[in-house]
Every structure is written in C-alpha cells, then in structure tokens.
C-alpha cells in the first residue's frame, strides 16, 4: 500500500522555474525507478523523464537542457525541477515509482497529479 503525494505546481510566466515533489509513503521495502508523466489539456498522458535506482536518467526529446528528475532515497522523494518554461508545457504532471512492499508484491503507483500552467 502506497501513497504519493505531489506537491509544487501552479502558474508561472514563460521562462520561469518550478519544481515539483512527490513523497511516496506507505509498506515499502524498496522503491526501484521513479518518472514523471504529463498530460496536456486534451492530449494523452507521455512520459516526461525517468530515473532509475542506480540514479541514470533519461528524458524526453522536447525536455533536454531545461527539466532535471533527481531523488532523494532516504525521503523516498523524487524532484522535476523545470527550468525555461514554455506555455506548450502547461499540463498535469503526475509522478510514477515502482515499488515493492513489504509483503512482496511490486507494481507502480501513480501520484494525484499537479496542474502547471505556463502563462505567455
């Protein structure tokens, strides 16, 4: 049983920064990769960056150079901290992990979602 709870979203003018968390909590024994989805309004949820346990990340094309995923293991947190924003980012940002309980069972969570709308 997880929660994750997501915080750090509002509006902010074009070229501005903000930086979003998500705190996951709950019988965890280990949490393996994290990542950040976002879902335009009228658009499907993409993948917007990844992290792995290791600390290797990847993002996507339209992100490089300007969102930067980091985590924090020993607060079971991951970070997007988004620098240079444009209006075409203006989305609900949700965050992923893939944890494994205590009881065994693996499979990943998905936080509440944040709105982050970027004014021209």
């Known amino acids: 049983q997880v929660q994750l709870a997501e915080s750090g979203g509002g509006l902010v003018q074009a070229g501005g920064s903000l930086r979003l968390s998500c705190v996951a909590s709950g019988y965890i024994w280990r949490i393996n990769g994290m990542a950040w989805y976002r879902q335009p309004p009228g658009k499907q949820r993409e993948l917007v960056a990844t992290?792995?346990?290791?600390?290797?990340?990847n993002y996507s094309d339209s992100v490089k150079g300007r969102f930067t995923i980091s985590r924090d293991n020993a607060k079971n947190t991951v970070y997007l901290q988004m620098n240079n924003l444009k209006p075409e980012h203006t989305a609900v940002y949700y965050c992923n992990v893939d944890a494994t309980l205590t009881s065994g069972t693996r499979r990943s969570y998905w936080g509440q979602g944040t709105q982050v709308t970027v004014a021209s």
């Open positions: 992290i792995t346990s290791g600390g290797t990340t």
